[in-house]
């Protein structure tokens, strides 16, 4: 094997790499902020901070009008994401906490695209099976509990349309991906990737940005 890339990320790097991004603008700032601050704990599970100028590159990049979140949080992805739609657009974010996702309603409202999310406060498969089955998604975000990912991505290929873009998170996992006796998450996230590679409607690359990205357009 040839490692292709030996850089290593130092917190310089990444504070250069951010620098050279598009910023974060201020509901962004304050909500990130906010998320660190009030759920200092859990808030790894925000996406990480160059992830939202990439979700929004995405869906200017496919022109995407109708997207699916599955796993929202305090959601800095989903501003990411509705500030880059059309005024007509629209986002359907799944999550299960109404406490987590108050912080999002804020930021969404703050920054003037709310009337661009139907946030849907359920078990995401519920959301999920409950749309149209027909091909119509142009994008989805999935950033959940990785025991059901690949239940959600069986619901999702089928809706979403002919070069239409799944793009998934954590698919290293902190590295735990390598563990052949992975138990839990670890153990979730190693079957979707397994999953992914072998499923003939797509097309994926698994990318090292962050703790793992991958990207899937369907054929």
Known sequence: ???????????????????????????????????????????????????????????????????????????????SMAQALPADGRLIACD????????????????????????????????????????????AYLDADKESQIAYWEELVPRLRPGGLIVTDNTLYHGTVLDESATGSAAGVRAFNEHVAADPRMDSVLLAISDGLTLSRKR
């Open 1 to 79: 094997m040839t490692k292709g890339n030996s850089t290593k990320i130092t917190d310089e790097l990444y504070q250069y790499m951010l620098d050279h991004n598009p910023p974060l603008d201020v509901v962004q700032r304050r909500l990130v902020a906010t998320t660190y601050e009030k759920f200092p704990d859990v808030a790894g599970m925000q996406s990480a901070e160059e992830q939202g100028p990439l979700l929004a590159f995405l869906v200017r990049l496919t022109g995407a009008r109708h997207i699916v979140e599955v796993g929202t949080f305090t959601g800095f992805s989903t501003l």
């Open 96 to 139: 299960v906490s109404e406490e987590w996702t108050a912080y999002g309603r804020e930021a969404w409202e703050a920054a003037g695209v709310a009337d661009r999310i139907d946030l849907r406060i359920a078990p995401a498969l519920q959301t999920l099976r409950a749309m149209p089955a027909e091909p119509h998604v142009d994008l």
